[in-house]
């Protein structure tokens, strides 16, 4: 069942402390953003041996896990559908960071995406780049085997280029063919969330890098980002590291300003902060194949919730909408009202937890038993638009009786709001434990389910199972192996602390995933592995490649960095030649260019067939010409002169920065492109001034803009 609340209705279990603040959508900008080098010109970082150390699991007390024994278990396979893998590779290994970092971690956070040509796998705290063979192209070989995470970040500089601090997520955003690479730098206070947004489908080309505070000091634990047609939408669990031993805060869920990544402008960031325990380990949608969502679809937040926690007669599914306003972001909003309810609380199979604690899951006949992290959601919460409706699909580590077990529901929308399609739990009747889950839908509405399995005779190895759309409701496959562990972790108990499962986006069926396992037992051994599979009989829709060059009316020069907008949902940026091309589905579509300091210009009615290659008509941009602006700031009624900034935004962005002269007040900005309204927001560097926000139309002619600041209130020079 669904109930679409209007403002949920909770039963007493929770205090008033734990239920979210009443808070708008805040809005922050970049500490500063570049546009990089060539990642494949950049040398690795100098690094630091530390001692090998077990990441600590964050985690919140007012969510109780009791174990149990959940409903709805599957406990033979179903229709054997399930295909075999197609081949593989052994990713990066615990050695590896030994080697580069001169340290070692658990848990890898082992995750890792698929594009075009390319496959990148991160890890706590490395990164490489394979093509589709398997053959490493970054780092070149021979060389090392992988690179930290933060040499990306090495020409923004800052603390994302110092700190390598992990927690990494890397997405492919299939409607820009862009990479989306992102960690946390947190090894001091205040915290930083570092984003890179390629500028190519090349991963080894250049990046545009953001370095953004994380708001109000809070530590950023366990992000998540998910590609959106609005936004790259995060989620965090946040807490407060001012005490020890560190308190739980509540989550941030929001959203960086995607258009602008992909453009290398500053981009905005909104978002929403809650306090109290309600929702913890909440997760972003993240989009699947070619097919946008519906035009003007809002983001998607997706969260588990136990009856027990809620006071609800059922275990649930939570869905919020992060509704997303660019041109004012105080109007944005994420669920229902002040308390920011879920906008669909949707009954799903009575679940239990597996562990009360983290020695959870037997390594064959090792003593050391590992984490498998149950009861919420895992990384990614996939989204798909399959056109008759749009779909969406979950996992979760759960109990099965004195064992893991692994959850898994599909939600769907057909146009009246989003509700359980199918779920069930996947323990077949042996004794293993399959837990640390991902699962991700082709287009044709397959299902492919992937995990990690022990039990006190095998090893930790790496499994899947699968189903077909049209396979019985509620039901998964026949199992199948990708890779056989051979021995047990000591030392620790951390595993995961996620995997990930992937779909390739050149074929829309073919399914990539990677996952830790053992092959050599000890302290700090663990391995990874990337792997694929597709079932036979997946068939993409149509697609076709558009392509095509924009240049300037001036000479007819490239002009590189523009953006594309191919129709109404996929986008994409010219190179440095001016060139740009990107796979659409087939149809019929407006082609528009846009460059700031350029008149916008479109070639109308461009045709996609299947498997062809649409050659656009060059695009030619007119430069718009430029003017002047200057004049003076100075103290109101006093008129002596003020040494301030003035930052310049154009629709939101900030397109100049300029400071006054401390001596006169006097400031110059010799050239704005003509044709458009900016804001001028004008702040003293001196305190007792309050800020002066204008609009300035450039209307070809050079123009006098100057400011007197007001006081702000307690300025002794305005006393008498």
Known sequence: SVMATAGLVLAGTLSAEMLPQNKRAQVLYPTKMVVSRPLRDIPPPVVKATAAHEVANKTTPLRPAEPGTSANIQTTPGVPNTPDPLGGWQGLKSSDNETILGTGLMPPDTQGDIGKDHYIQWINSLFAIWDKSGTKVYPVQPGPAAVAGNVIWTDLGGRCASDNSGDPITLWDPLAERWVMSQFGVDASPFYQCVAVSTTSD???????????????????????????????????????????????????????????????????????????????????????????????????????????????????????LKLDWTNPGNSTFGVGATHDPNYAIDITDVSANCSGRDCVPQGSSSQKVDDIDFRIMHRLAYRNLGSSQALVASMTVGAGGRAGVWWGEFQ?????????????????????????????????????????????????????????????????????????????????????????????????????????????????????????????????????????????????????????????????????????????????????????????????????????????????????????????????????????????????????????????YYEIPELPNGFTYDFTVHSMYQGYQDEVRPVTIAAGDQVQSFSLLPASGNPAYAC
């Open 203 to 321: 991963p080894t080309g250049t990046w545009n890098l953001y370095a953004y505070v994380w708001p109000n000091n809070r530590f950023p634990d366990y992000p998540k980002l998910g590609v959106w047609t609005d936004g790259y939408y995060i989620t965090t669990n946040d807490f407060n590291f001012s005490v020890n031993p560190p308190t739980y805060m509540g989550i941030t869920a929001g959203a960086f300003e995607r258009d602008k990544m992909l453009a290398g402008l500053p981009a905005g960031f909104i978002y929403f902060q809650t306090s109290g325990e309600r929702e913890y380990s909440v997760l972003p949608a993240d989009l699947d194949g070619i097919t946008a969502p519906p035009a003007g679809a809002p983001g998607l937040i997706g969260e588990f919730q136990d009856k027990d926690w809620i006071g609800t007669t059922n275990d649930q599914m939570w869905v919020f909408e």
């Open 413 to 665: 929308e057909q146009g009246a709001g989003w509700t359980l399609r199918q779920d069930g739990v996947y323990a077949p009747a042996d004794s293993d434990h399959r837990w640390m889950p991902s699962v991700a839908m082709d287009t044709n509405g397959n299902i492919m389910l992937g995990y990690s399995a022990s039990s006190t005779t095998i090893f930790p190895s790496v499994r899947y199972v699968g189903r077909l759309a049209g396979d019985p409701l509620g039901q998964m496959g026949d199992e199948k192996i990708m890779v056989v562990g051979a021995a047990a972790q000591t030392g620790g108990n951390r595993w995961g602390d996620y995997s990930m499962m992937s779909v390739d986006p050149t074929d829309d069926c073919t399914f990539w995933y990677t996952q830790e396992y053992i092959a050599v037992g000890g302290s700090f051994t663990w391995q990874t592995w990337i792997g694929s599979t597709k079932f036979p009989s997946c068939s993409s829709g149509p697609s076709g490649v558009i392509e095509g060059y924009v240049k300037s009316t001036a000479g007819g020069a490239a002009i590189a960095g523009a953006s594309v907008q191919i129709g109404a949902s996929y986008s994409t940026t010219t190179n440095a030649s001016g060139f740009y091309q990107i796979t659409v589905p087939v149809g019929t579509y407006d082609v528009t260019a846009t460059k700031f300091g350029y008149d916008s210009a479109s070639q109308l009615g461009q045709v996609i067939t299947e498997g062809g290659t649409t050659a656009v008509p060059d695009i030619l941009l007119t430069p718009v010409g430029t003017y002047a602006i200057d004049g003076f700031v100075t103290a109101a009624v006093h008129n002596w002169p003020l040494w301030a900034r003035i930052e310049v935004r154009q629709a939101g962005t900030l397109v100049h920065t300029v400071y006054t002269s401390p001596w006169n007040g």
